[in-house]
Structure formats: structure tokens, C-alpha cells
């Protein structure tokens, strides 16, 4: 499988959405990732499922939706509807994420499980037969534009290695702090999604180069 680039709109130009989308297009972004924050799970607020129904209009990429909420059970449907064809919950502080991973793939969405950086691998193993994707976190989820954990790497790797002990080969995302600089680490870790905000909408060449800045280092 080829590296998937997920263009996160946290750091797009709000005003110009429609326009940057249609640049990752031009660009080869594969999916779209949609940062969805609640000011409690993370010290920030963000997106709804408007936007979620508003990508949809704008675009045929996948919506790759990341929800750094507290009970994202309450929510999944709601995102489901907007049109999102993946959604990813973390397991902290969720003691029923099993249940909403499969609540999700009834919904007909990918389910993904994320990790913040201070929790081990080990705390989704478990869980790994019911995820299409495992989204590492590579920096500490609440915003765009902060250093990339080296750390997060080794954390890749033995998520890599929980799957295949378990026959399984879900996507494993990277997000946060993806740029030149970082990504073949992450890559070379056994990641194969890379999320990416401030490389891609804050490139001071512009969307096509930040795509194809991190496009052209990845298989
Ligand atoms: C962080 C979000 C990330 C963020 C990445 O909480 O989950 O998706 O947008 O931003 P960059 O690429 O700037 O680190
Ligand atoms: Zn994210």
C-alpha cells in the first residue's frame, strides 16, 4: 500500500476552504482529516459535524475524522450522518471503546483508534481486531503546529508489531508535528498514514508544494 497523506484542515485558510480543498485534490492529498475538538478532552475547541457535512459538498475524498472528545460514543452517529468515512476515537477515559467501534462500523464508517502520547501501545491490544486504523499520536493532541515527539517513533513500531502478532494489518496514522524533517522516521517506523496540518496549509510555497514536500519522501 501506498503512504496515505491526510491533509488536516485545522490549519486551513477557514475563509478560502472550498479553494485549499481543491488544492489537495490537485495535489494528491488522499483523505481529508478533520480535527474535532470539545475544550475537555483537549484544551481546545474546534469543529462540529457542519464542517463535516460541509467537506462532503466540497469534496469526493475520504473524511478522515479524529475525535479528541470525552464520550465520543454520544457523537459517532452524528458524524456518521454528516459524512464521514472514517472516525477515530481515543481510548482514555472511554471504558466502552470496544462498543463504539463496532457502533461505528455499523454506521458504514472505518473505525480507527488513537493513542495519546503518554498511553502505551499495550492499552489498545486488545482492541486491535476491531480497528481499521491506529492513529499515533506524535504530539499531544489539542493543536496544530508542535514539535513532533521522536519518543512516539518506538511507540509505531510496537503497534506494528501488537498487529502483527495479531494477524491483523489495520492503517497506522501519524499525527502531529509531519513534515520533511520527520516523516521518514515515522514512516520508517512502519506508519503508513500521515497526517499533516502546518506542512501542508502553512507551506510558504503553498498547498501543492507542502503535498509534495512529504509525497515525493514516502512510499
Ligand atoms: C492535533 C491534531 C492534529 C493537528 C496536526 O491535536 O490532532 O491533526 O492538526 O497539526 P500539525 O501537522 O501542524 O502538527
Ligand atoms: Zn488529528
Do not use: Y
Not at 8 to 21: M, P, R, Y
Not at 88 to 109: A, D, F, M, Q, W
Not at 180 to 192: F, K, M, R, V
Request: aromatic share 6%; net charge negative; proline share 6%.
Amino acid at each position: 500500500m501506498n503512504g496515505i497523506i491526510s491533509a488536516s484542515i485545522l490549519s486551513a485558510d477557514f475563509l478560502n476552504l472550498t479553494n485549499e480543498i481543491r488544492l489537495c485534490e490537485s495535489a494528491g492529498v488522499d483523505w481529508i482529516h478533520i480535527d474535532v475538538m470539545d475544550g475537555h478532552f483537549v484544551p481546545n475547541l474546534t469543529m462540529g459535524p457542519f464542517i463535516v457535512e460541509a467537506c462532503k459538498k466540497i469534496t469526493s475524498l475520504p473524511l478522515d475524522c479524529h475525535l479528541m472528545v470525552e464520550k465520543p460514543e454520544k457523537f459517532v452517529e452524528v458524524f456518521a450522518k454528516a459524512g464521514a468515512s472514517i472516525i477515530t476515537i481515543h481510548p482514555e477515559g472511554n471504558p466502552n471503546s470496544h462498543r463504539t467501534l463496532e457502533v461505528i462500523k455499523s454506521l458504514g464508517c472505518k473505525a480507527g483508534i488513537a493513542l495519546n502520547p503518554g498511553t502505551p501501545a499495550g492499552a489498545i491490544s486488545s482492541l486491535i481486531p476491531f480497528a481499521d486504523l491506529i492513529l499515533v499520536m506524535t504530539v499531544n493532541p489539542g493543536f496544530a503546529g508542535q514539535k513532533f515527539i521522536p519518543q512516539m517513533a518506538d511507540k509505531v513500531n510496537e503497534v506494528l508489531r501488537l498487529c502483527e502478532l495479531a494477524g491483523q494489518s489495520p492503517v497506522i496514522e501519524v499525527d502531529g508535528g509531519i513534515n520533511p524533517e520527520t516523516i521518514l522516521c515515522a514512516q520508517n517506523s512502519g506508519a503508513n498514514a500521515f497526517v499533516a496540518a502546518t506542512s501542508i496549509f502553512r507551506n510558504p510555497d503553498g498547498i501543492l508544494a507542502g503535498v509534495d514536500s512529504l509525497r515525493k519522501l514516502i512510499h
